[in-house]
């Protein structure tokens, strides 16, 4: 797994690339749900958006990105914070989830982690 470093962040957020941590396996209700946060930056703001999906594979769907939604209205990520500071984002990821800034990949690395951290 490719992780950047904490300086290569908000350069490739400024090259329009999305960045993104796995979280692991949580439990919604009376369902588990595999969850990730990510990051964009559009125009002048940063946004925090996470990711909550079943996980299909026992269906034969391959790639998390491939996943069914456990909220289908957040197909695309549920926006939790926005700022114009990357900095308050990143804070914002380490106080709510307990993100490591030094494991952020870049957008399409995550079928990675569903072998090496499930």
Same mark, same amino acid.
């Given at each position: 797994m490719n992780h950047l470093l904490e300086s290569q962040i908000k350069p490739h957020l400024h090259h329009s690339k999305e960045i993104e941590q796995f979280l692991g396996k949580t439990v919604i209700g009376d369902y588990e749900v595999l969850r990730w946060i990510s990051i964009v930056y559009n125009k002048d703001n940063y946004k925090l958006l996470v990711h909550e999906v079943f996980d299909d594979r026992d269906e034969g769907i391959e790639s998390i990105y491939d996943f069914s939604y456990f909220t289908p209205d957040d197909q695309f990520g549920r926006q939790l914070f926005i700022s114009t500071d990357l900095n308050e984002? %990143?804070?914002?990821?380490?106080?709510?989830f307990g993100v490591d800034n030094s494991k952020y990949s870049?957008?399409?690395? %995550?079928?990675?982690?569903?072998?090496?951290d499930l």
């Open positions: 984002v %990143l804070e914002f990821a380490v106080e709510s870049l957008f399409g690395n %995550l079928d990675a982690n569903l072998i090496h």
